[in-house]
């Protein structure tokens, strides 16, 4: 594991964004849902300012860093836009965010009510990427990257040190994945104290193709879940973390990724976007199994979901 994502700059990173991110509550599921013998853990970072787990490394890297006068610049399928134009207003700094075409209208609704400029450019997050480089070298900006950067993962792996510190006896922790700077800082936090186990849907399976073959692989993602999960490689960074300390990538299709938010609504009154669901999906259709009396924790990690279509699932 690299050793500049460390446990003690997690807890630096938790002391420096205390006060600009929530501390998420964890809720009881009880097991009979999935079918178990044990209450689930539900971390409901998806009632976290601006939707998702992502404020937490968009602050660290403001708060870490001296911010230029041109301000920061970042790609997004969405939800690490919006982070990054929240954290940069209530800091006083502009942003420039650079969006695929497939990102949702709430999720670019978002990001424009924080102020920052919006850039819409691309079919998915690479070419958003590619432009948002651009701009960079162009400007001068300070860029954020969504997974890829070392105060990215620090932030993301506070999450961690709140989780382990609210359901001290879990097990197990199955976490959604994209680029896998979230994954990445919650396993370095844990540094095999638990199994972590990703979950990534079917279509948009960068971390799986990575571990098969031993290397970061490029992939094209698509389906459901593709705004939040749908990278198209696993970080550099990351990865050997993975390697290390993540159990498995489980799969799941777009069809429970949607059931699950229908589920999650129905019974829970949660709204959740479709990358947002896909950890639990992983226990309600049976992509992972927890063995009998294992204490399994799932990270809710993403809320920012269009209504209309949340309403159309549910109908």
């Known amino acids: 594991m690299p050793e500049h994502i460390t446990k003690a700059a997690i807890e630096a ?4 964004i205390a006060g600009r991110v929530r501390r998420t509550p964890v809720t009881a599921l009880d097991g009979q849902a999935v079918g178990h013998d044990r209450d689930l853990v539900l971390k409901l970072e998806c009632l976290q300012h601006a939707g998702s787990f992502k404020p937490r490394g968009a602050f660290n ?10 301000g920061v610049v970042a790609a997004s399928g969405g939800n690490h836009g919006a982070a990054v134009a929240y954290a ?9 965010i650079f969006v695929p075409e497939i990102a949702s209208p709430a999720k670019i609704n978002l990001i424009r009510s924080c102020g920052a400029e919006m850039h819409v450019t691309g079919a998915r997050y690479a070419d958003a990427l590619a432009a948002s480089e651009e701009y960079q070298a162009a400007s001068g900006a300070m860029t954020i990257h969504a997974y890829n950067q070392v105060s990215t993962l620090e932030g993301q792996g506070t999450l961690g040190l709140e989780l382990e510190d609210q359901a001290p006896d879990l097990d197990t922790v199955l976490i959604a994945v994209g680029g896998g700077g979230f994954i990445g800082g ?6 095999g104290r638990v199994k972590i186990v990703g979950v990534e849907p079917e279509t948009s399976r960068c971390l799986h193709a990575a571990l098969e073959a031993g290397t970061p692989v490029p992939v094209s993602p698509e389906g459901v879940a593709a705004d939040s999960l749908g990278a198209s490689s696993a970080g550099d960074i990351m990865f050997p973390i993975a390697q290390r300390y993540v159990d498995h990538v489980a799969l799941v299709s777009d069809e429970a990724i949607t059931a699950t938010q229908r589920w999650c609504w129905l019974n829970l009154r949660l709204a959740s976007e479709p990358g947002g669901a896909a950890a639990l999906a992983a226990l309600l259709h049976g992509a ?3 063995a009998p009396g294992e204490r399994v924790g799932v990270v809710m990690c993403g809320g920012n979901v269009d209504l ?5 699932i549910c109908a």
Do not use: C, I, M, Q
């Open 13 to 16: 990173a938790y002391e420096r």
């Open 88 to 96: 940069a207003s209530t800091l006083g700094h502009p942003a420039h």
């Open 288 to 290: 992972y199994t927890p």
């Open 308 to 312: 209309s279509k949340l309403t159309d």
């Open 186 to 191: 919650v396993a370095s936090w844990y540094e």
């Open 61 to 70: 890297s403001l708060l870490g860093a001296e911010v230029p006068e041109a």
